[in-house]
Each structure stands twice: as structure tokens, then as C-alpha cells.
């Protein structure tokens, strides 16, 4: 098909690059430099989509972010990407693009039905909806969903790369218009390092599509000249296909960059951090309201000159002009220039005198002054407007034939990154709009997002504001001046928020205020009907504002009307909340790398490698993979953790047990320290020993436990959970640095630094004397909970005598560059006693046989040591952190929860962890729920599952028999038992 | 994202930060010797203040040092910052 509708000459595109694409499998062509809206456009394309709701057909109204209508689906398969706006997209090779709404097709669609429907889907539909019965919805959902058409989103993951950077300037400007582009050229100028993001893929912002001279050559030359200019200096770095969306605190602002150079990365998120920051977005025009506003046809005005000077395309052959101020005569100027014929335009303004009627006007263009559009007429398109007089004066009521309407309503600056950093917005009377009020942060606006429309005063206030922002943060502005542009005359917008009503066919029309939501005039009436008043409860009843286009087009056109409404004024309403992103944003870019093996760090243990050659599955355990359990051929989990288990305690296995923190505690105060953060005594520690240690919170709830050894008089080894290492050291470091800066104590965690090995079992000590140790491993030399330094297979080591399982166990400490090595040598060793090596399945299993704790799993924050049973590691003769709250009401009274032990009746069923506990058979509510189950295992030593939790009063209900019943139903009969299963009276571990 | 002056290393991004709440708490030096509601008053009472507030904060990804942020908030600007015992320091 050919581009009937492409210009001859002119614009911006690239005519020796055709491309192919297609939309709704009709295959167009286009060129480089096209968005897909221009693209469609010159191929004739009129009805892009489908409304919301009443599924009208909807062509192309923008050309830039605030394009309510043109919705596509681009790309297929995985890479398919939803609800793009056809003005954004630029166009490529062989893109392929589809209507998001309109079923079966956008030129035949059965939703259509619902326009005639329209009381059914008013305001407040989806409320009502939602807040009746409680079926409703789910009745409605599936129809809704299919008729409303959002897009579809693909179903696995992402194929797509991203990547995100971290950037720093002295002044950030967002937008390449004549504004921003001053701005960075001042601010350069001045020496500061500038960073110019623009969301286009040319720099030029309003100038790309601008007939006007700027220092006495051709905007489009100036153009090229700043653009070559910024490009060439070492302090600027300029984005294009960069969209800022978010203002955050303290200046920093979020960006997402389009890379369609590199595509090894599609989408780029920058973090930037800027000391000053000049925003020049620009500005949205505004749509006018009218009776079937959103034929397709029915255009912003400078859209209209965009397609035409920027694309050569100029979308039509007869043009009506609806406007209320200056700006939209240059429609019909660049229409008549593009060999177009101009109808009428039409002004709602009785006075008019500027410099663009009067161009229009010798150009042989008709103005009807005071005159507005009654109401548009067409079925699939716009084929003609009735303009009707606006007040007393004006035309009569008449029919004017058009295949395009251009209206501006006047601009709405986009301070939507103003907003979001927290600053005001003012009503400014005179042009009609809202402002940026004081900047909070450290930014100034400059340009027509400022409020200032005039190309001249544009660049004068974007050169102001560079300069300004490169001396605010110490700069010497250069003595350079701004660029110039001719003086325009332009006459005063006239506020038009809505036309006067008329009789007839047209009085029963919609007329549209948020065109993507499919908010009408009377929807907002109905709400204001049915007493809502606040601007944000009306966006939510009405959902003026939602969607991808976030009202930047049909907000305050709704605003006005609710204050006309309302009998208010536009201040006294004020808009809704502007939050970021600015304009929707892919959540792979935000994922940017950190996605897949990458999203969170893995740490792996010195021994590692072994464990993998040796065909153990991993446990992730904090960020750590710990070997889960090592199974033999044709073993699963049950049965391999049952012959560990068995192993163990018949003979030695062997445990890394690297991850476990370690902290160093040196210095003079090192016990005094100590003795103020751990429940027991730690100065009858003497040099050598070992103790089990228990640190609560100030609360008095368990925190972390773990064993320290004292190595010296001035030096402990305290070692920590696997997943509580960072917090008690960072705890140890609260309580030094903020409350006791007086103690003289130095912490060193050392938990990479050395590896641990643990052997349990029987025969742990042979293993360590066939390891050649040089010290003395007999219980009277080395007795339990003691350490020694020591030599390994000739490698200094630490030994500490202490046991997690309950049996004769030792943990060797090594550096962790010998830690393979060591467990190597510790297999050779112990080949003779069939060493076994254990994951941490049967470590649980085994702590559980002997009833020991496990942080984080058996406790949750609100669990005393006094409720585990740990009144004897308590002393009596100290403080320590957590200590006063044991004695608060709520921790003596009777009835706490406490640490208790489980049997299964049958002697079969294991337990599942996280079962709630109950009285009787029956579970009729109320059943009030005793405790729970959070440790249950299978014991093979034992030969029946153990279960271990918390229980109401637990101590006194040994011998009770209860009700464990899981998430899933299932109902196990249990009997609470002490909890210690295995060798009660400790006589193992100190063999 | 916060931009918070370390008074050892300057100025960071917050995610380099541990926020620590109120500052200005004191272990009371003979917790016997107070009420269980006084004991309770310091464990869980906090001002939590709009506006200007002082905190504690950790630099948990750089120095490792708690030290004194003086913040306002609701702007979340930040008037100052302190070492423990020690100066000012306007960011
Ligand atoms: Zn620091």
C-alpha cells in the first residue's frame, strides 16, 4: 500500500530507509525516522483501536506521551510487549504491531454494542460492581477482562536484557526542547558536568517540528548547531531515548533509556544523582469538550503540525481549527503550507489579533470568531463539525465538512517531575493552567513547563536556568548569551472547559474528558450527583485519570468541570497526586540484571567443591548452599538422612559447619562486654573454656544463640547462626557505639576467614589422633566445652570440644584456603571408621533428638528463655541486655507458651512442622489453638518420628494427649513428652 | 533515595544505610529500679514526630559506624548529621 497521505518533501524522516511493518497483519510501509503513529497515519490508518468501555472506534489524537487512544501490542511470542503507545514507538524493520482492543476486529467489534448501552457501564461501574454482592464481580470478571482489552502479556519470563547504571552530574535537564537545550548549553558553558536526557530519538523537542528562526537561522539549523555543540564537550553527556519518570528524594531521579543500538540490552535504567536539576519537559495540550470529541479525525492542533513538519504527513484533505487561543492557528498554517485546504477555524474568542491569526488569516484562511464546535458527525471517522455560536455573537449554527479537527484547548505544563519531588502546583488564571510553585529540592522549571509558551522566552528562560543551576552549585557563568528568537503578538487564551449545550441529536452524544478511560462529561456530572466531592474520590469513582496516559491529556479539563460543578474554583479543587513513573515503565528495567542466578549473592563454603563432586544437594540457608544430605546410589532424602543419622551415632560423621558467623571480641572490656549482652556468666569462663550462650533482645526475646570460647583473657571466639551473623555483629556494634563508647573492645568477624569442620560420633576422637594431632585428646586433657589449638595433618588448626548432636564431637577450625584439604585428609582418615559425611537434614535430626533449639525455626520473637527452659544459662548476679523484661507481667504470667516435646501416637506419623495444636476431636469453632509444631522429624536412632514446638503451659502438660492438625487437614494424635529424646542425662558428649 | 552525610566517609546513598530509629534513648542505668510501665515506656514508647527529628543510623555498607541524622519527616530533608558524641555537620 502506498503512503497516500505522506508529504512529498519535508520532515524529519529518513526517505532513502523504507521500512516494512505491520499492524493487524496488514503489512505497511513507512521510514526510518517515523514513529508507528506517523507511520500509520500516512498509510490512511484512521481507527486504531477501540474505547475502553463503550468500544468507539478511536484513531491517532498525539503524537507524543499523552496519546490516550493508539494502544498496540508490538512484538510477538515472549518478546511481545503490551499497551505501547503507537506515538512512542519507533519504527522499525519488520515491527509488528497489533490494536490492543477491538475483538473480533477494530473495524468490526461486537463491544460496540456497549456505546448504545451506556447507562449499564456509567461511572461507578466498576465500584458498584465491586462493593455489591460478592459474586458480582466474578460473574462480570471474564467479560470485562476480554471486552475491555488491555493487552496481553506474555507468559514466561522475560527474554529480554537490561541493565541499570549509576550516574552523577552538577546539573540534570530533562527535555531537548528550546528550553533544555539552552539550559545544558549555560550550564556547560559555565564548566558544570551536565547530564540532557530527552525522551526522543532526536534532540529538539518542539523545534523538530518548528518553522521559526532562532538567532536569525532556521530553527532546524540552531538545532543542529546546540546539538553538535553539547556532543562535542567532555563534561556533557547527552541521552536521547530517555524518559526521567521519577523524582525522588534528595535529587535523584530515575531514568529509563531505549537502546536500540546495542541489542545486547533493550532498556537501560539510570539512578542519577544531580546536584541541581532544570526541568524543560514542555507541555501537553489540552483536548476541548464537545459532543463525539473522539471521532477518529478529531486531532490535538499540534499534533496536527507535528505530523506534518516532523513526518510529512499530513493526515487529511479538509481542516476545521477549534481552538481558544493563539497556538492553534498554526495548524492551519502548516495544513494550508502542506497543500491542504483549511474549512474554517473556529475560536471561541470574540477578540483576535495575534501574530499567528493574522499569518493564518493572509494565507486566505476563514476565522469564525466566537464560535465553537457544537458537536462532531461521522461514524468510523469524523466526516464534518457543527460550529454553533459560543455566547450571543458568532456564526450561526452550521454544518462544515472536514476530514481533520485540530483543537487546542491551551497547554497543560507537565509538572509532573515537579510534583513528584514534592513541590506545589499553582493556578495561574492567565494562560489557564497549572505551574510549578516553589521548587523543594534542588531544581527549577524553564520553558513551557514553567508556564512560559513563547518560543523567545523559552530560550531565554532555559539559558537563565542553567546558568542559575551551575551557579548554585558554584559555577562562574560564562558571559555567553542567550539565543534569540523574532518577538511574537499573541492574544490571551479565553478558558473553554466545555461547549455551550445545544438541542437535538447532539445533546444525547458523549463527550469525552479522559478518552482512555472512556470518562464522559455526564459521568463526572453523575458523580458529583451522587455526592462526591473530592477530586481523588472522583478519579477513583469515575476513573478519570487512570490508565497508561495518567490524564496528562483529559485531567484538567476534568478538574475545571468538577469545580464548575462544584461551584468552586480550579485551585479550590486541585489536582490529584502525580507519582511516579511519569510514563509506564517495564518491570525488567527495574529487575535490570539482578534477575535469575543473579538476583540475590550466593555464598558457597570453602568446601564447596567436594560436596558437589560428591553429588549433595544444597540447602539455601540465609544467601549460603549448604549441603542438604549426601545421598548413595538409589537413596532419597528419608532413607539417606536415616543412615547418616545411624552412622553418627554408631560410629562419626563429619559436618561443614563453615557457614556458622564467628566474631572476635578483643580488648580490655571483652567480658564486661560480653557479660552484657549474653545471659551467662562469662567471667567464670575461664582461658580454654567453652560455653552455650544466649542473647535476647531488650525485650527479652531469644535473638541468637551460638558457643563462645575464650581464648585469652582479653579475647573471645563467639560464634553465631548461619543467618544471624550480620545482625549480631551489627547489634554487638549498636550496643558499643551508641551506649557504651567507655568499653575498649574490638569485634573482627572472622566467619570467612575460617572454615569449620565438625566430626560427631563415637570415634570422632580416633579420627582426629589418625589426623596425626599433637595435643592430648583425652577427656581428663580435653574434657567437653573446652578448645585447644592444635596441629592437623600439620596444619595449625583450633579444636573445640563441643557437640550439636549430643555425641562425642569436635569442631576443627581451619583457615579456609586449607579447608578442603583438611576435609580431604579427614576422609582419608577416617575411612577405617566409615566416616560419614551429613548434611544438614540429619544435623536437624540429630539437634532434635537431644531437644536443642534452632533460632529463627523453634523461636520467632517471642519466645523467652525462660520458656525454653534455659533458666539454668541464666545468672542471677548480672544486667544483661533483655534481663528487666523477664520480669514484666506479661512474661511471668502464667500459661506462656513453652518448649515441649511430641510423640505420635500411632509411633508412625511424622508430624508436620507448623501444626497447630488442639484439645478433643471435633474442631467446632471456636477451637482454641494450644501451640504449635516447629521441629519434627523421623528419629532412626530412636525408631519413631519426634516432633518438638511450643505449647500453652506446656511444662505442666506432660503426658496430655492432643491434636496436631495441619494447613492441609491432616489430623495427628500426639502426646506431649519432655523435650529431650535422646541420652537425657548427656553422659554421650562427655565420653 | 535518601542521600545521607556519613560523618566519616560523606555523603551516600541511603541503601548503604541501616536506619536505627529515634536517637536520644538511654539504657537506664539501673533497670531494677523502675516501674514495669517505665521500663515499658523506654523498650517501646517512641515520639515519632512530625518533622524535625533526630535518629540514629548505621553506615552498615561502608564505615560500619552508628552515628546521629537530624531529619525532617516530612520533606525528608536532612539538617544535619553527627558522629555519636560530636559535632554537627550540614550536608
Ligand atoms: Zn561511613
Redesign the pocket.
Known sequence: MSQAFRLPVGGRIRRDEPLEFTFNGRTLSGFAGDTLASALLANGCRVVGRSFKYHRPRGIMAAGAEEPNAIVQVGRGQHAEPNLKATQVELQAGLEARSVRGWPSVNFDLGRINDRLGGVLAAGFYYKTFMSSAGSWHRSERFIRRAAGLGWAPTGSDPDRYESRNAHCDVLVVGAGPAGLSAARSAALAGARVLLVDDQPELGGALLACRDTIDRMPAKDWLAAQAAFLEAQPRVRVLRRCTAFGYHDHNFLSLVQHDLTDHAVVQRLWRVRAKQVVLAQGAFERSLVFPNNDLPGVMLASAVSTYIRRYAVRPGCQLVVFTNNDSGYQAAIDWLEAGGQVEAIVDCRDDVRGDLPRTAQSMGARILTGTVVAGARGRSGLRSVEVAPAAGSGVARQKLQCDVLAMSGGWNPAVHLHSQSGGRNQWQPEPACFTPGNPVQAAVSAGACNGVFGLRECLAQGHQAGQEAARRWGFEPAFDEASEAPAMQSGALMPLWRVPEMRGRLAASKQFIDYQNDTTLSDLRLALREGFEHIEHIKRYTALGFGTDQGKMGNINGMALVAEGLGKTIPEVGTTTFRPPFTPVRFGACAGGDVGDLYEPVRKTPLHEWQVENGAPFEVVGQWLRAHYYPHEGEDLETAVCRECLATRASVGIMDASTLGKIDVSGPDAETFLERLYTHDIARMSVGRCAYGVMLGEDGMVMDDGVMARLGPERFYVTTTTGGAANVLSWMELWLQTEWPDLQVRLTSLTETWSTIALAGPNSRQVLRAMGCDVDLEPEAFPFMTTRTARLENEPVRLFRISFSGELAYEINVRSDRADFMWRRAMAAGAAFGITPYGTETMHVLRAEKGFIIVGQDTDGSVTPVDLGMNWMMSKSKDYIGRRSLARPDCVRPGRKQWVGFRSLDDRTVVREGSQLVQGDTLEPPVPLLGHVSSSYFSACLGYPIALGLLNDGKRRHGEELLAVDAGGGRTRVRVVAPVFYDPEGERQHA | MLLIE?????P?DES?FAYGGEADISRPIDPDALSDAEWADYLFMRSNRKGENREIWN?QH????W?VVERDTVSYAIRATFPMDGEGRSP
Do not use: A, D, L, V
Request: glycine share 16%.
Open positions: 556519613c560523618p566519616w566517609c560523606g551516600r548503604e553506615h561502608g564505615c560500619r559506624r552515628f
